[in-house]
């Protein structure tokens, strides 16, 4: 219930405190909230369960009767209640209430699987068999490792997508602009191949700043994407981010994608989007991600590629997450976070543009189809058949991981 709670309160606060700059969400509401939350807590610590479950219930119900245009943007409020609610009617013996709460939370979207795993408040209900059913449910939408490793293989024999990836030319005119203007051959430095990435991949995690509820700007291309940051002072959604490194690897003559990382859940709207680069010295695709400037490698210290971390994910195999990986030089991201659970959720399934070049995502009249092509695992697909056209792009799908990550060129 501790976690639980806490929980409840870093989810609602933040998003009541949002929807106050916005000026979408009342005081008295926030204000409700905290003392609701206030009350519960005191509740909670005097182990009085039944004033518990009815300062939990008060706000539920106030919450439900929120506009719809509010709730939406906070999924996660009903399904915590429930199962806070869960809690206290374990903790007070009430198992068929608390089991009911539980299934309520279940159907509401918790997926906290770990949580629910080790929290001594359910322990009433542990050895009940509607509880052991719950638990696997939540384990199927919330334990992500266990998700991945149900994915299924590729198949190497597909050959359904003819289309090839193709790579800009380091001395197209924008590139040359970009790289002149931020003098990027000094950023690079003269070091080996793996030392530029990484100076590359730095100077764009600082010059400019994450904001994954910040809208996408018109223009999708390094240059324009660096000035409205400054201009406006503003940040940009991880997408964003992975098309400035991939324009700056591009512009120092690096074969270079944007990668976009799915969840198997059609209703997780979170992905996370990072940028690989071509190594010639090694042959490979590797990781580099200017969100939480990071890069990954083997327990020998070897850098690996998105493919290469899947599969160690999925075999429990050492991973290391560079030390100095961190959110907007504030937060530190570790590997149990980063790897264990965040890209473990969202490496079910991946998709890449076709054309890697400047502006290639910037939609306008007179502008070709995006051309995306999406890498699944197993049987698993999000379209049907295996290419769909549509009036902005049109998307191929493939099982084949090797024609995927084809060396660019072949």
Wanted: net charge positive; charged share 25%; aromatic share 12%.
């Amino acid at each position: 219930m501790r976690k639980v709670v806490a929980v409840f309160l870093v989810i609602s606060s933040i998003a009541f405190s949002a929807f106050s700059q916005q000026a979408t969400v009342s005081a008295e509401l926030e204000q409700a909230y905290r003392a609701s939350y206030q009350s519960v807590m005191d509740a909670y610590k005097q182990k009085d369960y039944v004033a518990a479950e009815t300062e939990l219930i008060k706000f539920r119900n106030k919450f439900i009767g929120m506009p719809a245009s509010i709730k939406r943007n906070y999924p996660d409020v009903m399904a915590n209640q429930y199962y806070s609610l869960s809690c206290v009617n374990a903790l007070n013996g009430n198992k068929n209430k608390a089991m009911l709460y539980l299934d309520s939370a279940f159907r509401n979207g918790y997926s906290n699987y770990k949580n629910m795993l080790t929290d001594t408040d359910l322990n009433l209900l542990r050895k009940e068999k509607r509880f052991k059913i719950v638990l696997q449910q939540i384990r199927e939408k919330g334990d992500y490792g266990y998700i991945l490793q149900k994915s299924g293989a590729y198949n190497l024999k597909d050959k359904r997508v003819v289309v090839k990836f193709t790579y800009q030319d380091p001395n197209a005119p924008e590139l040359v602009k970009f790289r002149k203007q931020y003098k990027l051959d000094s950023v690079s430095g003269n070091g080996d191949e793996i030392s530029r990435f990484k100076n590359l991949l730095f100077w764009v995690h600082n010059v400019i700043r994450h904001d994954g509820n910040s809208s996408n700007p018109i223009h999708k291309n390094a240059i324009d994407l660096i000035d409205i940051c400054k201009k406006e002072d503003r940040g940009v959604n991880c997408r964003m981010m992975a098309t400035v490194l991939r324009d700056t690897y591009q512009a120092m003559g690096f074969k270079s994608r944007t990668v976009t990382c799915m969840p198997k859940d059609t209703a997780d709207l979170d992905c996370h989007v990072i940028t690989v680069v071509w190594s010639e010295t090694k042959n490979k695709w590797l990781w580099m991600d200017p969100t939480f400037n990071a890069y990954v490698s083997d327990d020998k210290g070897t850098l690996l590629n998105v493919e290469e971390v899947r599969a160690k994910l999925i075999k429990g195999e050492p991973l290391v997450l560079n030390e100095d990986a961190n959110w907007n030089n504030k937060t530190k991201k570790t590997k149990e976070d980063y790897l264990d659970y965040y890209m473990s959720k969202n490496l079910y399934w991946i998709n890449c543009d076709v054309k890697n070049e400047w502006d290639v995502e910037t939609r306008g009249i007179g502008k070709p189809l995006l051309e995306i092509v999406h890498l699944y695992p197993g049987g698993f697909s999000r379209i049907k058949g295996d290419k769909v056209i549509n009036k902005s792009d049109i998307t191929y799908a493939t099982n084949n991981a090797v024609d995927f990550w084809a060396k660019p060129g072949n």
